[in-house]
């Protein structure tokens, strides 16, 4: 591979960075070098080595070999507040905020008061709410808890943190993976405002589509190596950066679907009515037949999670949801799972995994019971559940593909893979899919949409929640629009576009639905 040029402009050159973890060569002699000024993409598959190389650069982890220079000089990044001290701040993907502290307490958490001569509170509140304002998101409060900011909040209030910082590089990894359209867009502008000032930033993402709007350039990584240094994001055309990414050709295309009307006659295997849940959302009625998978389109905070949440009974809703002919009981998940549900949730780390289980185990956890031998004895049939177990990791191409391994030490990506197949390990007769591809990077998202759609043509039902609307209007036979906590629109996914979901979504200076909406809350309705 090309040594990347160390020009007078290059604000960071990586050479030959290696780390080695037990097993695994995450990165073999990778080479990385950023400007002053310029959005940097660093694109890769899951498990490439991005957030490894970060990770060296916010100074959590010290590469093996290999030398890093900032304005020409070599330096050390580790630990953190050595990269920090460098200037570097890193926004994770797992954004590492505290929920039990304000907004104020978490950006000056580790350099007030000493570093920044803040004596009073007061004072701090102050620079906090500039920071904000400085991010387009003056309504944020600086006494506000975190753990009641919304997801793009919270990333805000990461962002605020960097730029507290004085930071002249910012590694953002999928900042926009939380965000939705318009947010997106606030995004975009806060990082140009920031490039302006001669900030570089090294911008990570699975959405190939951004790099060409938001990019100036961008490395690959491949398992661990660098395949092609500083591309012009603008001129590199996308086929030729999925090649580079995956070693073959991949098309991003959807599954076929069935065609218009396939479903009509079919079996309803959900059926929702009138689901309210006071200041979230009202009124909401569908159903979803056999073999059928719904799309839930709308912004962040629309309400589409908590529909979900509700169907599945971890919120205690009013209305019904009936399952296969059957009522569901609101406020049980148990009882849900039992009947024949499966949800794959948005927020993976804190819902979904056992972190320091083994791969197999994660994907397993919810189909125990098909490998129990006999069933009334309960003994576990552990070589049954392995091969299951192998056999799924192998059809997501969960990488490394060892399915003992603690799932603690795969990728992001690779988790979410091993969430999505712990439902498809099991027979379902509805899956509820939380932003599903999160994450994952675009030669596993068509081997999951294909897995989706194989697992709705064997007769199960599928409701999907995106932010992605392409991803909604790709996959998913029928598009429900979700605005202000209500269905505002229906219709067959190819009736649809990007701009027509976009301008149905839009939020216009409306009210959440209160328990005076047309539909009074039912009885046991959950008020929070
Ligand atoms: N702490 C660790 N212990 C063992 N292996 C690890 C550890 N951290 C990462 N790895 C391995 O290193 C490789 C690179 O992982 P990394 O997280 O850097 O990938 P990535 O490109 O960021 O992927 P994604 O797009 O899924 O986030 C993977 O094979 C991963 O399993």
């Known amino acids: 591979m090309p040594r990347p040029p160390s020009d007078a402009s290059s604000l960071l050159v990586m050479r030959g960075i290696v780390k080695q973890f037990p097993g695994v060569r995450a990165l073999d002699g990778v080479d990385l070098e950023v400007r002053a000024g310029e959005v940097h993409c660093l694109l890769g598959q899951n498990g490439a080595g991005k957030s490894t190389l970060i990770k060296i650069l916010s100074g959590a982890h010290e590469p093996d070999e290999g030398e890093v220079l900032l304005d020409g000089s070599p330096v050390r990044l580790a630990p953190p507040t050595a990269a920090m001290g460098q200037g570097i701040a890193t926004i994770y993907q797992e954004l590492d905020l505290v929920d ?77 993976a939380a965000l939705d359209h318009d947010e997106v867009g606030n995004l975009f502008r806060v990082i140009r405002d920031l490039t302006s000032q001669g900030v570089a930033v090294i911008y990570i993402s699975h959405r190939l589509e951004e790099i060409r709007e938001i990019g100036d350039r961008v490395t690959v990584l491949k398992d661990g190596r660098t395949v092609a240094v500083g591309l012009a994001a603008k001129d590199t055309p996308t086929s030729k950066i999925v090649a580079l990414m995956t070693g073959r050709n991949v098309e991003y295309v959807f599954p076929p679907r069935r065609g218009r009307g396939a479903h009509e006659g079919r079996p309803e295997v959900l059926r929702v009515e009138n689901l309210t849940l006071r200041g979230r959302f009202a009124d909401v009625s569908f159903s979803i037949r056999a073999g059928e998978i719904v799309g839930l389109a709308g912004l962040v905070g629309s309400g589409r999670s908590e529909i979900i949440e509700a169907i599945y009974g971890a919120r205690r809703a009013g209305g019904r949801v009936v399952l296969d002919g059957r009522t569901v009981r609101p406020g049980s998940t148990t009882r849900a799972v039992r009947m024949g549900m499966g949800l794959a949730p948005e927020e993976r780390k804190a819902q979904a995994l056992l972190l320091d289980h083994p791969v197999a185990q994660n994907i397993t956890l919810a189909s125990l019971s098909r490998y129990t031998r006999p069933r009334w004895l309960g003994w576990l049939d552990r070589r049954a559940e392995f091969a299951e177990a192998e056999r799924l990791s192998q059809a997501l191409d969960i990488r490394p593909p060892d399915p003992r391994r603690p799932i603690r030490t795969l990728s992001g990506g690779n988790q979410q893979k091993a969430v999505l197949g712990r439902w498809l390990a099991e027979d379902r007769k509805l899956l509820l899919l939380d932003e599903p591809t999160r994450g994952v990077d675009v030669g596993a998202r068509a081997e999951l949409y294909a897995l989706v759609r194989k697992l709705a043509d064997d007769g199960i039902g599928v409701l999907l929640v995106s932010s992605e609307v392409p991803e909604v209007l790709g996959l998913a036979d029928r598009v429900l629009v979700v605005r202000e906590g209500r269905i505002v629109h229906e219709a067959p996914a190819e009736d649809l576009d990007e701009h027509r979901v976009l301008d149905l979504v839009m939020v216009s200076a409306g009210q959440l639905p209160g328990p005076d909406a047309a539909n009074p809350p039912t009885e046991g309705a959950f008020h929070d």
């Open 100 to 176: 039990g502290l304000s907004v104020t307490e978490n950006i000056f958490l580790g350099h007030e008061p000493a570093t920044l001569g803040f004596s009073r509170r007061a004072e701090a509140d102050r620079a906090t709410a500039e920071l904000l304002k400085r991010l387009g998101h003056g309504e944020i409060r600086p006494r506000t808890e975190v753990g009641s900011l919304s997801p793009a909040h919270k990333q805000i209030v990461s962002m605020a943190r960097a730029l507290s910082h004085s930071a002249r590089l910012i590694i953002m990894d999928e900042p926009s």
